[in-house]
């Protein structure tokens, strides 16, 4: 009951709450902040919007896909399991 009636007390002593009203970056912004554009980035941005258009698959393509999707992946799995086979690590007892 005493907590009560200095809580109580101490919001009597205090006012209204009043909220503060805060600028976003001190103000009002100057003419000289607007973004200017580059067109090299706006370029860029609109070629990748449209990348499934400009790409186009070709036979002359496929091995390279095929190599850097598949082959080099694979080569390093195989390798890393190779070393830990051989190196009898305990991540690997432990896998297997």
Sequence with gaps: MMMMR???ARMG???PAQT???QMGG???DHKFFVKKNKFVEEWNGRREITE???DMTSDKVPT???T???IPYAIYAGTRTELINDG?????DIC
């Excluded at 690590?89 to 007892?93: A, L, S, T």
């Design 13 to 15: 002593r205090m006012g």
């Design 65 to 67: 896909v095929f190599l």
């Design 6 to 8: 200095q809580a109580l």
């Design 89 to 93: 690590g305990r991540r690997y007892k």
């Design 69 to 71: 999707l598949i082959v």
């Design 53 to 55: 258009k400009g790409f």
């Design 20 to 22: 503060q009203k805060r």
């Design 27 to 29: 103000g009002g912004f």
